[in-house]
């Protein structure tokens, strides 16, 4: 049996060489032949699974339903917001034939679907009494970048989902913003304990069409930073472009106001760089698939015996998703490489002196802590130790998040923060982002608890706004 290859580079050296060896040894992605399109594997599709599950209960606690639209959406649609077609022409794909017969309109495959959606609003929103409207669909979206596709990161075709809501006031508008905001705060902490920067996204890096986007932004160990999520308020300028309007209780036309919000699969990818080691990859126990492996360590003798224990042990932990290993062929040396490559949060080991002593080992993945158990309490010490891996891995990151935040006062400081990979929370003028550019960094989010003071660390004139600023994916 040839020993299956581990993770090869480290991921302080090499962070894009280990992240593709990590998504693809531990099965959670694979290549097609089609650039930026990537097979989803049961390993990964199971993570998607668990947030979809989570957001999916909340936002019906907040009155939202599910709903479909078709993926096509005609040109005409797409054109009547200018700025939003501005925005996403250069990654649309159309289609324009149907078998060698030219369509009278091309179709946009929906890169997002607030033209679409916004059309039948139109139809939909007749009286005050028709409002709110709270809807969404999961569902696959296609932008056609052309810039170096990453797998889950930056990719042609993803999921995620994206909910689009009318409301009567601008202030119960803005209340959907935050709260769901605050949902997509839950997924990075409590489900990915990943600690989510807040904030509202600059003029030049909001949604296309949009009034502000609010936005969850990571910083990851590799010194890059990245968009986990959006809430966008819409204002009125869909309703508009697309004549949404409904009748108040005065009998007048008022146009509502819309939202839109979204996270996708990109997510997993950042989850998967937050965490992941030399060894392969790091799952927070709550999203994973499998909690734990037993893995069975039986020589001839024994073996009967070895396997009856871990059988029960395996009975006892039904719940909990547990993969039972008694591959023959394979060294428990060779079964643990396996495993920790794939991310399972605990190995459980059982060999003849376990047996003996009516207890088996717990290894945890991301520190190897290794604790003996009496066989009578592995449920309840599985539990602890998976809340407590979880618990563990978002303080570490919090406290990584901590010690790589800087607070640069000049444009050197900047510099040299961004170049040593560096977060920098800085006072800024509200402009200047292309000289920020030119610096390698960009723009991520302005905290919603704002004390900007003095002049803009970037180009010195009166600042404005404190604004999160680093190299980004
Ligand atoms: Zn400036």
Not at 379 to 401: H, I, P, T, Y
Request: glycine residues 6%; hydrophobic residues 35%; aromatic residues 10%.
């Amino acid at each position: 049996m040839s020993m299956a290859e581990g993770i090869t580079v480290k991921k302080a050296e090499n962070p894009s060489e280990w992240y593709t060896q990590v998504i693809q040894k531990a099965e959670l992605i694979d290549y097609t032949d089609v650039s930026g399109c990537y097979v989803f594997r049961p390993r990964s599709f199971a993570i998607w699974e668990k947030l979809r599950e989570f957001f999916d209960c909340e936002i019906k606690k907040l009155g939202v339903q599910n709903l479909y639209f078709p993926m096509f959406i005609p040109e005409s649609f797409f054109k009547k917001e200018a700025e939003h077609v501005e925005g996403f022409a250069p990654e649309v794909a159309w289609v324009t034939h149907s078998g060698n017969t030219e369509l009278k309109e091309r179709l946009a495959i929906r890169p997002t679907s607030e033209a679409i959606i916004s059309d039948s609003f139109r139809k939909w929103t007749r009286s005050w009494k028709d409002l709110p409207i709270k809807v969404n669909q999961w569902c696959n979206v296609v932008r056609w970048e052309f810039n170096n596709p990453q797998p889950f990161l930056r990719t042609r075709e993803f999921l995620w989902q994206e909910g689009h809501t009318l409301f009567v006031t601008k202030e119960d508008a803005d209340k959907e913003v935050m709260d769901i905001l605050e949902l997509y705060r839950r997924i990075s902490e409590e489900l990915y304990a990943m600690p989510a920067l807040l904030g509202k996204k600059s003029e030049k890096e909001k949604f296309a069409g949009a009034d502000y986007t609010t936005s969850v932004e990571c910083f990851l160990p590799t010194g890059k930073a990245i968009q986990l999520a959006t809430s966008h308020a819409l204002g009125q300028n869909f309703a508009k472009a697309f004549e949404i309007e409904y009748t108040d209780a005065n009998e007048e036309k008022q146009h509502p106001y819309q939202n839109s919000w979204g996270i996708s699969t990109r997510s997993i990818g950042v989850m998967v760089i937050m965490h992941s080691d030399d060894k392969g990859l790091v799952v927070p126990p709550r999203v994973a698939l499998n909690k734990a492996v037993i893995v069975p360590i039986t020589t001839k003798k024994v073996n009967e015996e070895v396997i009856k224990k871990a059988k029960e042990v395996y009975r006892e932990l039904k719940g909990f998703n547990v993969i039972f290993d008694d591959r023959e062929g394979y060294s428990p040396g060779w079964k643990y490489n396996e495993w920790e490559m794939k991310g399972i949060p605990v190995r459980i080991e059982i060999g003849p002196k376990d047996v003996e002593k009516d207890q088996v080992v717990f290894v945890r993945r991301d520190n190897g802590e290794k604790v003996f158990v009496p066989i009578l309490n592995v449920k309840e010490r599985l539990k602890e130790m998976l809340e407590d891996m979880q618990g563990v891995l978002l303080d570490n990151a919090k406290s990584f998040l901590k010690e790589n935040t800087l607070f640069p006062k000049n444009k050197e400081e900047l510099k040299t923060a961004v170049n040593d990979g560096k977060l920098s929370l800085i006072n800024w003028c509200g402009g200047c982002e292309e000289s920020i550019k030119e610096l390698g960094a960009k723009t991520l989010n302005m905290p919603f608890d704002q004390n900007p003071k003095g002049s803009c660390v970037n180009c010195g004139s009166k600042a404005k706004f404190e604004i999160y600023v680093s190299k980004s994916y």
